[in-house]
């Protein structure tokens, strides 16, 4: 079946430790995003791909990486310059076009120790 | 910049009520306009769409339509069940402008 994939589901993080959170589709989608979502502040875009090799920041991009190295793949590194990465994190991936609905995996939750 | 705002909530309901959840959007453009949902503990899931005005997007007996005159594409449900509790998101997505998302209501529906 087609879909997307995250993983882990549940990630854990030091202080001042870098952890990358892994998206794959095998959707045929050319273009990817990360989201980040906390209580009562709805879904904010951290960074999007609309073709291999380039990237574009999205409204909280700081803190945040990625790459975008296959059409499939689409890593999110969170660093240590991210103060408060405790939060739920999604992943989508959607055809070009305005009229293409984005499609979500389940998510990633990551809690510093 | 372009915006959608939507009821928050959050919303308790009884089983077999009428539900209706009100968007607004911002008119700049033609935009495509979206209704997402989230069960506990998974990512969206696309719920219905339309992409032009007078259009009506229907799924699993949730209906929306898409209102010029008014910038508002409102979900409604004639009688809503237990399984329907989760957090429902409304959201635009224009040119070449990135997805833009209500913040969400949380809907809880109690036998």
């Known amino acids: 079946d087609g879909g997307i994939t995250q993983s882990p589901k549940y990630l854990f993080r030091k202080e001042g430790q870098n952890v990358t959170l892994s998206c794959e589709q095998n959707?045929?989608?050319?273009?990817m995003y990360w989201y980040r979502q906390d209580p009562g502040q709805g879904l904010r875009l951290i960074y999007y791909?609309?073709?291999?090799?380039?990237?574009q920041k999205g409204d909280i991009a700081e803190g945040y990486s990625v790459s975008r190295e296959k059409k499939e793949s689409f890593p999110l590194t969170v660093t240590s310059a991210q103060k408060n990465p405790t939060a739920f994190y999604l992943c989508?991936?959607?055809?070009?076009?305005?009229?293409?609905?984005?499609?979500f995996g389940d998510g990633t939750r990551l809690s510093i120790l | 910049g372009n915006s959608v705002t939507q009821m928050e909530g959050p919303v308790t309901l009884s089983e077999e009520a009428f539900l209706t959840i009100n968007c607004t959007y911002t008119?700049?453009?033609?935009?495509?306009l979206f209704w997402y949902v989230q069960y506990p503990g998974e990512g969206l899931q696309l719920l219905l769409k339309?992409?032009?005005?007078?259009d009506k997007g229907s799924n699993k007996g949730f209906e929306a339509t898409y209102r010029k005159e008014t910038t508002s594409f409102h979900l409604e449900k004639g009688s809503v069940q237990v399984s329907d509790s989760a957090v429902y998101f409304c959201?635009?997505?224009?040119?070449?402008?990135?997805?833009?998302f209500g913040k969400g209501m949380k809907l809880t529906v109690n036998p």
């Open positions: 959707l045929n989608h050319d273009a």
């Open positions: 791909s609309q073709i291999v090799n380039d990237f």
């Open positions: 008119a700049t453009g033609y935009p495509s």
């Open positions: 339309a992409t032009k005005a007078d």
């Open positions: 989508a991936s959607s055809f070009t076009g305005v009229d293409q609905p984005q499609h």
């Open positions: 959201a635009r997505q224009g040119g070449s402008e990135k997805l833009v």
